[in-house]
């Protein structure tokens, strides 16, 4: 009986460990991303999918668009993107240094940027308007500064992006 | 007999062969044309703003450096740049106490053609990684105190004082609304970013000629298009008057006055 007992203390305190490491948001999300397998962050401007010809939003599958940025201290970029409201939008960011985190003001919708990972996730805007993307993890001595824009448009006023071309806010 | 019983298998042979031939031709060419038409439809063309990173190799080559060799062959950067870093012309850089890595990667950029400048780019294809890195260890070692007996262009009078406020603001807190973060957490005292220099004792006309170059697309060799995207948020009048700040000598720094 005692050593039942025992068994069903230490399973207890081995769950409340677990759960407590799968709470933690930070280290889990990053190795689920492939963590240290991902971009470079010191190396993001030389090649792969982060160079800076390769930002902003992009022709996705499916009628969608994929929106690339990187985080980085203390600025995002590009700083402006431009968007269509009501199509399915998948954001791929990463971190150059710290983890920042991009939090669209007026939405409940947010994001991680990780070095060494690309964190993704779809996000659709029903209304057009501006939002504000502060950053939303301490990430310096600039960090109360840096922050971003979403402009999202009506649809019809979204020109559709031609094959192989990357559009911010300066490109409208 | 042997004849005979060859012909018709060899003509099999053949029209395998054939058939094999033709659809791996065909195979040949839909690949072909598919990837050729992926990569001409997603990818635009990759633009490399500088070939240096921050690896633990380039920081190695950078700290490597000799400021002794770096003092016999900045003979050749003394004309412009005055024999103690200080430069006599406002519009040209000060060198002193300049941050090792941002010099060195200023002049590989040089080297490389990613950073545009008629004069430079012709010196610096003189000058090695390694006899980069000796000038950085140099620079990095010059003084920045004031020195009266000098031809230094460097605290230049504010043209317009009244620009001061709008400047320190700007240094101190930056414009969180606009996305503009402060100078002083990237370029110090606050905290320091690798590749962006101490700005306390940068001559004025200088700054504002690279904050103008900055955003209007003619430099482009900063790392993820950082101080591309915070230049392009300035008003002309904003960076005349950081630029002025620091070229009076006001900037905070930790040997600026």
């Not at chain 1, 800076?52 to 201290?73: C, D, K």
């Not at chain 1, 950053?135 to 960090?143: K, L, Q, R, T, V």
């Not at chain 2, 414009?175 to 220099?197: E, T």
Request: net charge neutral; proline share 7%.
């Amino acid at each position: 009986m005692k050593k039942i007992g025992f068994v069903a203390a230490m399973t207890l305190v081995g769950l409340a460990i677990l759960s407590t490491r799968y709470y933690m948001v930070d280290l889990p999300v990053w190795h689920f991303l492939g963590g240290g397998k991902g971009p470079d962050p010191r190396a993001l401007h030389l090649q792969g999918e982060f160079v800076e010809s390769n930002l902003g939003a992009a022709e996705g599958p499916a009628r969608s668009l994929t929106v690339r940025m990187i985080a980085q201290q203390f600025v995002f970029v590009p700083q402006c993107i431009v968007v269509p409201a009501g199509v399915p939008i998948t954001f791929r960011i990463t971190s150059a240094d710290v983890v920042h985190m991009l939090s669209f003001l007026g939405t409940n919708y947010g994001l991680k940027a990780l070095p060494g990972a690309v964190t993704e996730a779809t996000f659709t805007f029903a209304k057009a308007g501006e939002f504000k993307i502060p950053c939303h993890e301490f990430c310096g001595a600039g960090h109360y500064a840096m922050r971003g824009q979403l402009d999202v448009v009506p649809r019809d006023q979204f020109a559709s992006l031609l094959p192989g071309e990357r559009r911010t806010c300066d490109l409208r | 007999m042997i004849y005979a019983s060859q012909a018709p298998r060899l003509q099999i042979g053949a029209r395998w062969l054939g058939t094999l031939v033709v659809l791996f031709a065909i195979t040949v060419l839909l690949l072909g044309r598919g990837s050729s038409a992926q990569s001409e439809n997603s990818e635009p063309p990759v633009r490399v703003p500088s070939n240096v990173a921050w690896t633990e190799e380039t920081l190695a080559i950078v700290s490597s450096g000799d400021a002794f060799r770096g003092l016999l062959l900045a003979r050749r950067c003394n004309h412009c740049h005055g024999e103690e870093g200080f430069s006599s012309v406002p519009a040209f850089p000060n060198l002193a106490g300049e941050d090792r890595l941002s010099f060195w990667k200023q002049m590989q950029d040089f080297r490389s053609g990613k950073r545009t400048s008629p004069v430079m780019q012709g010196i610096a294809e003189g000058f090695s990684a390694r006899a980069s890195a000796d000038l950085a260890a140099y620079y990095a070692m010059l003084p920045t105190a004031s020195d009266p007996q000098d031809t230094r262009a460097f605290p230049q009078v504010m043209q317009d004082p009244s620009r001061a406020s709008r400047a320190i603001h700007l240094i101190i807190f930056g414009d969180g609304q606009r996305g503009i973060p402060p100078c002083q957490s990237c370029h110090g005292p606050v905290s320091y970013v690798k590749g962006a220099p101490p700005l306390a004792t940068q001559n004025g006309n200088y700054l504002e000629q690279q904050l103008e170059h900055f955003s209007n697309g003619y430099r482009t060799n900063d790392i993820n298009v950082g101080m591309r995207s915070i230049a392009r948020q300035l008003t002309a009048e904003e960076k005349t008057a950081v630029s002025e700040y620091y070229g009076a000598g006001l900037g905070p720094g930790v040997n600026s006055r």
